[in-house]
């Protein structure tokens, strides 16, 4: 059997949700080749332009392409205009020639002297501008551009200067604002509407800035697709879905990957080889229309009135819905599933068997709707096809009694579809609780194994499989790398495999089995012989690298490596500290003072949480416990509180983990505000805090949780966040004894806690 090929992918951001469809549609592509995949994220080129605390860094994961070799990989693609939109083409084109010696194809933006696979930006917005002009006689139209440093930006400003010119619209500069591809744009929006008062429309270079766009419009009071039209770009899975839904071009990430990792071989045989992907013009509600007319999807689908199941155009419903990847053998055993479904269908409405064939008209449907492949449509298009089916084959039907039977399949069918939908989002919602509940379990037992890193590893990676990561290995350096910002990376020549997590199996290597030649990272022994998709990310904390993390996953569980690689750095930094301790206890036995000296510093480290510098679990326990019975404060009242940070994950999805990080050390100043210096507060893992208060009254909890409550109102008045930092919190009062059982004590209050959450959940729809 011929060797896989080895496809690489160089991406900036991970957790961006249009590198994500990247990442699905290569994945697509690489499964229909029969080929390896390994994702590198990089985030984005080093620039001092924008050094701040958020990213400052961030300049860490630009190493991991170094890690791509002529030996490891075969072909590599590069999202260089989104890696490098912080810095000037030269710079990037410099990046693209230091690159290993093998095909180096970019996507979505072409450079000098290398292949590419982009979109054809020039169809789709031309006809979105034509389409405000000559439809809704919009004259002053402004427009949201992406960074001049990324080439689908500059293409798509003069595709839209060129086109109002086409209409007799002299160019206005005034009427162009600058962004940066991403929702967090409301600042560039305000600008041009105070440049521009009277604008009939806004087109943006990318949906995610449409969005943006959409809460700096809904905030002064206009009326989108009335008193402002709005287009966006790219056909984002939100898009069809938010209100009013979004006017865009249709420019799959996802297709264009696709197509790309599809071709590997064109790539790999010929240098020279590209192509552009089609774009097309996506009429909804924010430009001012309704929703296209359904003979529209009739026509895309070319689904024209027909007698015969034998004559529907099963290829033309195929290519509506999964566009490029009804290509080739992608889509593989849905083509057999859907055809029976319609077929089966056809002929029940045809011949007028309702009720006969009801049930397996159902049963046909749910396996065409649970298979895999149906991710790579959306919902829409899904509902465009029935709606349009159940058109079709009303035309057989002549009487109403027929036509209520035919409404009542189809709503069951419909229903059907919508059931599953919400199972699918409750199964995603679980799974992010998966990895929430993962990380916490991982931050707060590091140090219940005091030391054994092997038993401390086995634990961690026994934790990857239940959470959607297939295998998964941590590869260190040798030693500790110092790498500053500005300096440049030396890379390596070999990692150490220190652990690895492979179906369920967990392995801890010594030091002399461990290590590996980075261009054998790939072909090692421990990895599957099955196809794979891959992520390498770094570990890391500031200035200290420590190697890399690699899993196997899907596009479904993408979003766990950020998370998981950001716990794993931290507990390496920890099990790190720990190591240095029994070195430190070894290599000064001679000294006792000396050692005691080190031995308490490095305690007290281990005892405080890096992120906020309070208690952290095995501090909170052991000052806790000591405090409940000291003699001094036998039969004296105290009172244990357990709290949860209430929206984390929203503001790790909208507004990034930096945020995140700034959320719970906030909270953290909350507690130590409301508590006094001589009681216990803690970062117990993850959300939670944990605190500790020895009273002289009883009936003192109603307060504390009053000027707990007063407290975060005034913290969230100074920091200024456009989200709210809160938390719930339950609490349990005690009496001070020898024999009190304090994680009895945290279960009560967690349930009080939870309890608090339960009542928010009903009162706001969420823990809001």
């Known amino acids: 059997m011929d060797k896989r090929i080895k496809v690489g992918l160089l991406i900036d951001d991970i957790d961006s949700s249009f590198t994500q469809q990247t990442c699905r549609g290569a994945e697509l592509g690489a499964i229909s080749i029969d080929a390896n995949l390994y994702i590198f994220p990089m985030k984005y080129l080093d620039s001092r332009d ?14 991991i392409s170094r890690f791509v070799t002529d030996k490891n990989i075969d072909v590599l693609y590069v999202m260089m205009g989104n890696i490098g939109c912080r810095t000037k083409y030269e710079s990037q084109i410099e990046f693209l020639n230091n690159l290993p010696d093998i095909p180096v194809v970019t996507l979505f933006t ?65 009427r162009v604002v600058y962004g940066n591809f991403e929702a967090a744009c409301e600042d560039v929006v305000e600008d041009l509407l105070e440049r521009n008062p009277n604008l009939d429309a806004v087109m943006f270079a990318s949906d995610l800035m449409a969005y943006g766009g959409y809460n700096v419009f809904k905030k002064r009071g206009m009326q989108i697709g009335k008193d402002i039209l709005v287009t966006g770009f790219d056909n984002a899975p939100f898009s069809s879905s938010i209100i009013p839904s979004l006017t865009t071009v249709d420019a799959s990430a996802a297709s264009l990957a696709f197509r790309a990792v599809e071709n590997t071989k064109e790539f790999i045989k010929n240098p020279k080889y590209e192509f552009k992907i089609d774009t097309y013009f996506i009429n909804r509600e924010s430009c001012g229309c309704d929703s296209s007319e359904i003979t529209t999807y009739e026509s895309e689908m070319d689904l024209m009135p027909v007698y015969d199941k034998e004559n529907l155009p099963i290829k033309g419903i195929y290519d509506y819905l999964f566009g490029e990847y009804s290509l080739g053998n992608a889509i593989g055993d849905i083509k057999v599933h859907m055809k029976e479904f319609m077929y089966v269908l056809f002929d029940a409405v045809k011949n007028k068997e309702f009720e006969s064939e009801k049930k397996h008209i159902k049963e046909l449907f749910s396996v065409v709707i649970q298979d895999p492949i149906l991710s790579y449509t959306t919902t829409e298009k899904m509902f465009n096809m029935l709606m349009v089916f159940q058109r079709q084959v009303n035309r057989f039907l002549d009487n109403d009694k027929d036509r209520l039977q035919l409404s009542e399949l189809f709503s069951m069918i419909f229903r059907t579809f919508s059931m599953y939908n919400s199972q699918m989002l ?12 993962m990380v916490n379990r991982m931050t707060s037992e590091i140090f219940v194994y005091d030391g054994n890193t092997e038993e401390a590893y086995q634990s961690m990676f026994t934790q990857f499989g239940k959470i959607g990561v297939a295998s998964a290995y941590m590869l260190s350096f040798k030693d500790i790398i110092k790498h500053y910002r500005g300096d440049a990376w030396v890379q390596p020549q070999t990692v150490n495999l ?51 993390l690699l899993c196997e996953v899907d596009y479904t569980n993408f979003d766990c490596v950020t998370p998981i690689s950001i716990q794993l750095s931290s507990a390496l930094k920890s099990l790190i500290l720990i190591e240095k301790q029994r070195n430190i206890q070894r290599e000064l036995e001679s000294n006792l003072k000396k050692i005691e000296e080190n031995n308490t510093v490095l305690d007290e ?53 930096d945020d995140g990080d700034f959320a719970l050390k906030e909270i953290a100043n909350i507690l130590l505000d409301t ?27 109603p307060e504390i949780k009053q000027r707990m409550e007063i407290i975060t109102e005034n913290h969230n008045a100074l920091v200024g966040k456009p989200y709210p930092i809160e938390m719930s919190t339950g609490y349990c009062e005690f009496e001070c004894r020898e024999d009190v059982d304090l994680y009895k004590l945290l279960d009560i209050a967690d349930t009080m806690l939870y309890a608090e959450k339960q009542e928010k959940k009903k009162k706001n729809g969420s823990y809001r």
Not at 50 to 63: C, S
Not at 128 to 153: K, M, W, Y
Not at 675 to 696: P, T
């Open 675 to 701: 508590f006094r210096s001589s009681d216990i507060v803690s970062r117990f893992g993850g959300d939670e805090f944990v605190c500790l208060a020895v009273v002289k009254i009883e009936g003192k909890g």
């Open 426 to 437: 409750e199964k995603k919602q679980e799974h992010i609780m998966g990895i929430s509940e």
């Open 498 to 548: 220190k652990a690895y997590e492979v179906d369920g199996v967990v392995g801890v290597l010594s030091m002399e089995d461990c290590e590996i030649s980075i261009n054998d990272m790939f072909d090692n022994g421990y990895l599957p012989e099955h196809r794979v998709t891959m992520v390498l990310t770094p570990l890391y904390s500031f200035e200290e690298v420590y190697g890399v």
């Open 605 to 657: 480290i281990s005892k405080s949480d890096e992120l906020t510098g309070v208690y952290n679990r095995r501090g909170f326990i052991e000052n806790a416990e000591k405090a409940i019975k000291d003699k001094k404060n036998r039969g004296k009242t105290a009172l244990v509180f357990y709290s949860d940070m209430d929206n984390l994950k929203m503001i790790n999805d909208i507004y990034g983990h």
């Open 50 to 63: 924008f050094l701040d605390d958020h990213n400052r860094y961030e300049y860490q994961y630009n190493m």
């Open 110 to 174: 072409s450079f000098d002297g290398f292949p590419s696979v982009t979109f054809d930006n020039k169809v789709g917005l031309e006809a979105a501008v034509n389409h405000l002009i000559e439809h809704h006689n919009a004259r002053n139209i402004g427009f949201v551009s992406g960074p001049l440093t990324n080439g689908d930006a500059v293409e798509r400003l003069q595709v839209y200067k060129d086109s109002i010119e086409k209409n007799g619209i002299a160019y206005d500069e005034s």
